[in-house]
């Protein structure tokens, strides 16, 4: 009796100390339930938007424990569209995306840290190649919702935004003082596997 | 190409191949200086503007000189057998090429379904079907098309100055006086 207590007690104590299971999201790529843009400033007269077409990527999510989440997408570089196929053809070229070399961007997270006021929002920390060059980045991200769709499925959406310099990942043709920068924006949503 | 039998070419096709000849170096050399021209150059929207509108001109005449070409024949070439050959297979190259040039230029500006501008006049539609990064895959048949057209054109014309004066033929002469 007692040792089988002791057993009990052993899987309950397992059990309470072993970590929630995250949930596995796919991003929904196939509906077209995700965006990656971008914009930059033109001359620093306006904005120029464009926007990344084809790219994949998964990510894990614990309501429960919202700090153990984790990203991982993929970019074809040559997706790229800015509604103008001399434009985009240079932005391929390797004065600027160099999509012959690298054709592909990528972001893989390495913590997700939830802000201290609202669990909902948070700074997802991870390390995103393009142009071959790798840097950690900071995306600041929002929970836009969660819950079941119509059709039987469990969905889940983020968006997230991220200040880039071009020249950090060696992107140095000069459109100007004012378009050094470029802005991500990314609206992800999963469905939950 | 039918022979028409005739000593040399009609003024027309004679206007249009010197224009043509003109076109195509001009053109060459303007696409070889504005791909490498910086985003605050004067020239970075006027030259692709004069290069587009110039090649769609070369587009035109070739294909109507083409059509001109069927009807009314091409004159008759003097030399030996061999050099008959030579000769067709170095033109049916010229035409070749440069209709490879014009067109892959054409795709590049409508690769993503949008039309190009023939001057402010009017613009020409794109065709009803792109393919993916078809700016990037015409762009580089548009760059050595380009290269071996320049390489033809300068044998044709070298070949032409040594019919004229090694061979002492009138191959030049009927290039010049209608």
């Known amino acids: 009796m007692k040792t089988q207590l002791l057993a009990l007690s052993a899987i309950v104590g397992s059990v309470l100390a072993a970590p929630a ?25 306006s904005w120029l938007l464009g926007r990344f077409n084809d790219f994949e990527g998964n990510f894990s999510y614990d309501e429960a424990n919202p700090g153990n989440a984790s990203v991982e997408v993929t970019i074809d570089t040559a997706s790229v569209d800015t509604n103008h196929a001399e434009r985009d053809k240079h932005l391929r070229s390797d004065d600027f995306l160099n999509t012959g070399e690298y054709p592909e961007a990528s972001f893989v997270s390495t913590r997700y840290v939830p802000d201290s006021d609202d669990e909902n929002e948070g700074t997802l920390y991870g390390n995103f190649t393009l142009n071959g060059v790798t840097k950690e980045i900071a995306i600041e991200v929002e929970q836009v919702g969660a819950g079941e769709d119509p059709w039987g499925g469990f969905r889940r959406g983020f968006e997230g935004e991220v200040d880039l310099t071009l020249a950090d990942y060696n992107i140095d043709y000069n459109l ?18 | 190409m039918k022979e028409a039998g005739c000593k040399g070419y009609d003024a027309l096709m004679i206007i249009i191949h010197w224009i043509s000849a003109l076109l195509v170096f001009g053109l060459f050399a303007l696409g070889w200086w504005m791909v ?41 070439i003097d030399g030996s057998a061999f050099e008959k050959r030579a000769a067709k297979l170095g033109h049916l190259l010229l035409y070749i090429s440069l209709l490879a040039v014009v ?74 006086k209608p």
Do not use: C
């Open chain 1, 21 to 45: 299971v995250a949930d596995d999201y796919v991003i929904d790529t196939e509906g077209q339930h995700a965006f990656i843009q971008f914009k930059i400033k033109h001359l620093g007269y």
């Open chain 1, 176 to 193: 100007g003082p004012e378009a050094k920068e470029v802005e991500l924006y990314l609206s992800i949503e999963g469905v939950r596997q």
């Open chain 2, 36 to 76: 490498d021209l910086t985003y605050y150059s004067n020239w970075y929207t006027t030259a692709p503007w004069w290069h587009k509108s110039l090649g769609l001109l070369v587009l035109f005449i070739t294909l109507f000189r083409v059509v001109w070409r069927f009807v009314k024949g091409t004159p008759t």
């Open chain 2, 103 to 176: 067109f892959s230029g054409y795709l590049i500006s409508t690769g993503e379904g949008k039309p190009i501008g023939f001057f402010d006049w009017f613009d020409v539609p794109a065709l009803p079907f792109q393919i993916e990064q078809q700016a990037t895959w015409a762009g580089t048949i548009h760059e050595y098309a380009a290269y071996v057209l320049v390489i033809l054109a300068l044998g044709h014309g070298v070949m032409a100055l040594k019919h004229h004066f090694i061979d002492k033929r009138s191959t030049l002469i009927r290039m010049i």
